[in-house]
């Protein structure tokens, strides 16, 4: 390590002297013809030492003492030649035909030197090698051998000329060529891994020349025809095209999963953070894989909507066999306290496929709603309600929910509660006796998405076992988007709340830098100076890092529940939506893929930026009115200055939605919704009662163009004009008008205590005190 070269005849010590300039040990390799030792030193340089003169250099006769001296006669080169790089190997070719000549394999060039330290070519390398092998001299003065690359190639070279090019599996570390009984010219390599593999190349490529076509005219009539076929052929290629590749039968890996239909007995959670006096409840999941092929080294990964975890999210598999699966069992619960907007988990296994290639099999599995679920009392009041209409008369809740009764068994099945583990909101469900309706109620707008959830594939698995293939849900009250807009402005203040926290939290620590570095100068000063109170400037900017970093923390928790509450009620909004609308398998894509309920923290590209771009590109070419939308250039993603603009562009789109415009091109646009009214009384839901109204002998409509029955400007259409008015006053309308839970109160004391008998008591069960607001009221 110290640059001494040690020179041993056989078994025996012979000397050692030490070589000039030599900081590293490099390649070193003998000339038999000048009796000359040749290396690379670390100034980059190519230098020749004769034998003679090592040995004359050297003043000791035994190893022991050569390693304690510390002078000795200085070694001068015979000759030098600068390579300006480091060198990596050496090889000495000596074949009959080419004279004697140094190849030295640099980082990103080789060169050719003759015995005597002239350059005879360079060769300038576009990769990085690692290896090389002068192998013969097929020609006249021309050197043929072999080098090899850190990009898993063996290349052939002619002095400069690239003749042939091999991929590997490894990178070589040294490679020669050896002739073995059946097989010449076989080429041994040693990988990194310590394995000795021989390789052939194969016989020499045939050169194919091929023949002149004969010159002819250019029809370009059928040139045309030519191009509209092949044009056609590539656009029904294109429309069939998926992006990623299907998967099938024979794929390497596929994943089953059974999510278990019962709670574990004894729970399983572990580092649980609820306010929670019982165990948190827990779910057994288990996950097969089955290969075809032997597969190593697989990575498997759970991922859990927030706020479930699982006991352990990935696993490591070594070997799946072919004859006997593999079988993984996981712990699925609430860790946090908050609501999951969806009980969908996502299981991913990563491996190497037989190809050589990397390969992700991803599969998903639904986990049952008790797991968050619990089943309490009925609760009479809520703030927020929702009511949604089917054509089939309405079903007992104790048959669609049998894993959610509790105490309500007993129950007559027209009422259920379901509260949050953790001390979460409570979910009221109500079900009519005589109309075909169903109410959730809570005093948390989010909450109600994952019982709605439910609730609507509960009732179409129910009345499809029923071969009831008409069943339809539709949602016909105004849409609750002042409750959701309050959850936007909620996420994007504590986004702003971030912001600013981090723009403080830079002052204050830029303000510390530079207290410390007066402080140090005043200590190092030999004349000493008073301090001016900046010791305690010092100690207070501290405390009020201290304390904006934990600012910092709180605000992200609180925007991560933000995050989730404004993805629970993003998923409700569209839930409403889709049932609102009769969407299509297609429109509903594009409705989630545009009001996106995935709400990542990001201050790059936020939700609200995201979300806005989304609605303003749909706003103008599937859902624009006339090309004069088509025109406007998109905006870049930059967080905005508040959420007027995406609040507006969301209360457009509902109202386009409403109009009949459709989401996905080449669709019918459907009727202006409307909501029809029954001849008889029939109660319509306001903010703070149910107001009862005598209709007329005739069928009216209540369309947009009336209010709770009222006649109001004509034109608007949930709140939002048509042509007249801008689009700024289009949000106040709506959120006055449309937005479920601003009716006007009733001013008539009268009246309100007729409302009153009208609100269902839900303390009493009997059959002659549950009268639920859905119900016609008796004469």
Sequence with gaps: ????????????????????????????????????????????????????????????????????????????ADWTFNIGEQGLDIAIVEYPDVSTSILILGEHSIFCLSDTGTLRFVNKLEYDPCCILPYASLSEKCINFLVGSHTKSLLVYQDVTLKWMAKMEFVPLQVQVANFKGLRAGIVTLSQSGHLKVMYLGTDPSVFVPPQVESRDINYATLDAEIARLMKHVKSKSANSVITPSLKTEDDLSINVHVSPNLDDISLASEVKLKEEKPVPSVTVRIQMKSRLVLEMVKLEIHCPWPLACNQSDFTLTEINPNMPSETFVAVFQRFSGLPSHMEIQISATYTSAMGGRRVTMTKAQLPARLVLKPVFPVKTAVHKLTIDTNRAAVNLNDIFPDLLGENADGQGAALAFQYVGAGPVVTLLASKTSQRYRLQSDSFESMCLPLQELVARLNSHFKKSDHSDFRITFDGPLPLQEYFELVDTHYNYRCNAHKCKEILAQRASQFRTIQKRLLTRFKDKTPAPLQHLDTLLEGTYRQILALTDAVNENWSAEQMTANNLSSGTSLLNLLLRLWADMTKEEVKVLDSTLSS??????????????????????????????????????????????????????????????????????????????????????????????????????????????????????????????DIQEDDALSSILQVSLHGRGEPSQDLESQHHIESLVPDLDSMSDESTTYFLDESQQ
């Design 598 to 723: 995935v709400v990542n923290p990001s201050d790059d590209q936020g939700w609200e930026e995201s979300v806005d771009a989304a609605i303003t590109l749909l706003l103008r070419t599937v859902m624009a009115k006339s090309g004069k939308e088509l025109s406007v250039n998109p905006s870049p993603l930059t967080q905005p200055e508040d959420t007027s603009k995406i609040k507006k562009h969301i209360a457009l789109f509902c109202d386009r939605i409403g109009k009949g415009t459709r989401l996905v091109d080449g669709l019918k646009d459907k009727k202006e919704k409307t909501v029809h009214i029954t001849t008889s009384k029939t109660t319509v839901e306001t903010s703070e009662s149910m107001i009862s109204m005598e209709q007329s002998d005739g069928a009216d409509i209540l369309n947009p163009k009336y209010k709770f029955g009222r006649k109001v400007n004509k034109g608007k259409v949930f709140g939002l004009p048509q042509q």
């Design 1 to 76: 390590m110290d640059g001494t070269v040690f020179i041993f005849e056989q078994e025996s010590f012979a000397f050692s002297c030490f070589l000039p300039g030599a900081l590293l040990p490099g390649p070193i390799k003998y000339i038999s013809r000048h009796d000359t030792f040749v290396t690379t030193s670390s100034s980059w340089k190519v230098e020749a030492y004769r034998y003679q003169v090592l040995a004359v250099a050297s003043e000791t006769g035994s190893r022991e003492e050569t390693l304690n001296i510390k002078t000795g006669k200085k070694v001068i």
